[in-house]
């Protein structure tokens, strides 16, 4: 490898896209080209970079597999931005095992939490999970990754914390991923850190309970669903208290009744507006009673563990079997 392709690369690792494209911009080896869209990647140009990725990698001869891996690797990064998660994305695994093989860790560890990343956006989170942990013992060394491939992996991390509402794992995973930000020195990694710190504070979900309405952070929610509180959780389509969940994702009809139920209590919820939310009929006829009456019925045995629920002259009301109020957390 000459001395202008290993320049361009470690100005690329460095965050300077412009100091690569003044080594190789008037070149067109492979090697050249490759370099050439990432530059175009870092500055924005996905298009052109796509275009140079893929040229590249049609130029690396059949004995230079690792080369063709590390422009598939480039691709799917861009795919990743992009949210094109088809054809680049489904290619990465095998850009992995082969980068791998080849003996480029550092390259085969980004793969790896490129996949994680892509897993965590289609919210495949135990498999996102997998893949992380998987990753970690090679991620934590201190040059198994480079800094801003750290800063990706530790941003991975903390969404995956965030969506199994563990703040203080979150914020961990955080301070890490600044850490690396640091040590890397380049803007668009730092200002990716901070927007995710941002989105850690920001309100997570509202609470309805009794005449009170109001936004909660993450870490309240976290301590709302630890407690012993009926929850119906319409972030998950669930309800629950404490350990014990009753999912309710796949009958949308009960959770919209069970929703109803706890917004209305203490008092009653009235057929009429049970019939409306969970039905979207506009008038509650007698059909519209009986088939109420079938569903909430199926809403009695479902939630037998956590609630009561009794008919009134109005409607329906729901009874906590155990001390605290039902509430009611929107997404």
């Given at each position: 490898?000459?001395?202008?392709?290993?320049?361009?690369?470690?100005?690329?690792?460095?965050?300077?896209?412009?100091?690569?494209?003044?080594?190789?911009?008037?070149?067109?080896?492979?090697?050249?080209?490759?370099?050439?869209?990432?530059?175009?990647?870092?500055?924005?140009?996905?298009?052109?970079?796509?275009?140079?990725?893929?040229?590249?990698?049609?130029?690396?001869?059949?004995?230079?597999?690792?080369?063709?891996?590390?422009?598939?690797?480039?691709?799917?990064?861009?795919?990743?931005?992009?949210?094109?998660?088809?054809?680049?994305?489904?290619?990465?695994?095998?850009?992995?095992?082969?980068?791998?093989?080849?003996?480029?860790?550092?390259?085969?560890?980004?793969?790896?939490?490129?996949?994680?990343?892509?897993?965590?956006?289609?919210?495949?989170?135990d498999a996102a999970e997998r893949m992380l942990d998987a990753l970690e013992p090679d991620a934590l060394e201190p040059d198994a990754l480079p800094p801003p491939s750290c800063v990706g992996y530790w941003l991975v991390a903390a969404g995956l914390a965030m969506r199994r509402i563990r703040t203080e794992a979150a914020r961990a995973a955080l301070r890490r991923a600044a850490h690396a930000a640091r040590k890397a020195g380049i803007p668009a990694r730092a200002a990716e850190v901070k927007r995710a710190s941002h989105e850690l504070d920001a309100p997570a979900a509202t609470l309805v309970a009794r005449d009170e309405k109001r936004l909660l952070g993450l870490a309240e929610v976290e301590a709302l669903i630890a407690s012993d509180v009926l929850v119906v959780d319409a972030c998950c389509n669930l309800v629950r208290a404490g350990t014990v969940v009753v999912p309710l994702a796949g009958r949308p009809v009960l959770f919209a009744l069970a929703r109803a139920l706890a917004e209305a209590w203490p008092d009653d919820a009235s057929r009429e507006a049970l019939v409306a939310g969970a039905f979207r009929a506009r008038d509650a006829d007698e059909s519209q009673r009986a088939r109420l009456r079938v569903e909430i019925g199926r809403l009695r045995t479902a939630l037998r563990p956590l609630a009561g629920v009794n008919a009134t002259k109005r409607g329906f009301r729901l009874e906590r079997t155990r001390r605290d109020d039902p509430t009611a957390l929107d997404a």
């Open positions: 490898m000459d001395s202008l392709i290993i320049a361009a690369a470690r100005a690329l690792a460095a965050g300077d896209p412009l100091a690569a494209l003044k080594r190789v911009a008037l070149r067109d080896d492979p090697p050249a080209l490759a370099l050439r869209g990432i530059a175009m990647a870092q500055l924005g140009n996905l298009t052109r970079a796509k275009e140079l990725l893929r040229a590249a990698a049609r130029g690396f001869g059949p004995g230079e597999a690792v080369a063709r891996a590390r422009c598939v690797l480039a691709e799917a990064e861009i795919a990743l931005v992009t949210r094109d998660l088809g054809g680049p994305m489904q290619a990465l695994g095998a850009a992995r095992a082969t980068l791998a093989a080849g003996g480029d860790r550092a390259n085969a560890a980004h793969a790896g939490y490129l996949e994680a990343r892509c897993l965590l956006l289609i919210g495949r989170l």
